[in-house]
């Protein structure tokens, strides 16, 4: 069975710093996604980014971007010049291809400091 | 933009009511998901369903049913609320397999 690990439950970091969230996972398959969602106070969850297996680019959307290590089960989020609003709970997620399920590991709180 | 509503935010029940847990979508998506949201142990599916009268258990679906009579509309059925099924509750869908779930904002449910 598929495993998903974030093994920082809280991270704090100033604005406009870079910070690194961790995320490991344990699969058999070759062919799978992994996806990053930000669950802010009060709000809803919203996907951050999404990453294709079989892709070796690092996929980046604006100041979020990942490093994914297929070999190593890795994929970390980095976001770049961080801002308060960046302050959310932030989940790392995996589904195998061809299935909708998605496996989330237990979270990450990120608070943003001024 | 998709919008996923769930019908209450906050809701208390007592140990042996039955409790329903609606979640509406506009967007025309073919499956739906509900979850249950608790510290330490991020999101676990209870159940899914791709298609209006069709269900599938997801990985804790014990002391859970659903009802999918349309397919705009995904309830979540605790048939007798227990005070371990005290949760954040999301519903959650999407359009076609590995893409974006989109999900609502949660119904915290306290079962005393």
């Known amino acids: 069975a598929q495993t998903v690990t974030q093994s920082q439950p809280e991270m704090s970091v100033q604005e406009a710093e870079t910070v690194t969230l961790s995320c490991t996972y344990d699969?058999?398959?070759?062919?799978?996604?992994l996806f990053w969602y930000k669950q802010p106070p009060s709000r809803q969850m919203i996907l951050v980014i999404r990453?294709?297996?079989?892709?070796?680019q690092n996929a980046t959307e604006n100041r979020f971007s990942v490093n994914f290590q297929k070999a190593a089960k890795s994929f970390s989020l980095k976001i770049s010049d961080s801002q308060l609003g960046d302050t959310a709970m932030y989940f790392c997620?995996?589904?195998?291809?061809?299935?909708?399920?998605?496996?989330f590991g237990t979270g990450t709180r990120l608070q943003v400091f001024p | 933009d998709v919008k996923v509503t769930q019908s209450s935010r906050y809701l208390v029940k007592r140990t042996g009511e039955k409790v329903f847990l609606e979640c509406v979508q506009d967007?025309?998506?073919?499956?739906m998901f509900w979850y249950r949201q608790d510290p330490g142990l991020g999101l676990r599916l209870i159940y899914f369903?791709?298609?209006?009268?069709?269900?599938e258990k997801g990985d804790i679906p014990e002391g859970y049913s659903v009802s999918r009579e349309k397919k705009e509309r995904f309830s979540l059925i605790l048939e007798s609320a227990s005070t371990n099924q005290t949760s954040m509750y999301l519903c959650?869908?999407?359009?076609?397999?590995?893409?974006?779930?989109?999900f609502g904002q949660g119904t915290r449910l306290t079962v005393v």
């Open positions: 959650a869908t999407d359009r076609n397999m590995n893409t974006e779930a989109f």
């Open positions: 369903s791709y298609d209006v009268k069709m269900k």
């Open positions: 997620a995996f589904m195998q291809d061809n299935t909708d399920k998605l496996i």
């Open positions: 699969t058999s398959e070759n062919n799978y996604y």
């Open positions: 967007m025309d998506h073919e499956n």
């Open positions: 990453q294709e297996a079989y892709k070796q």
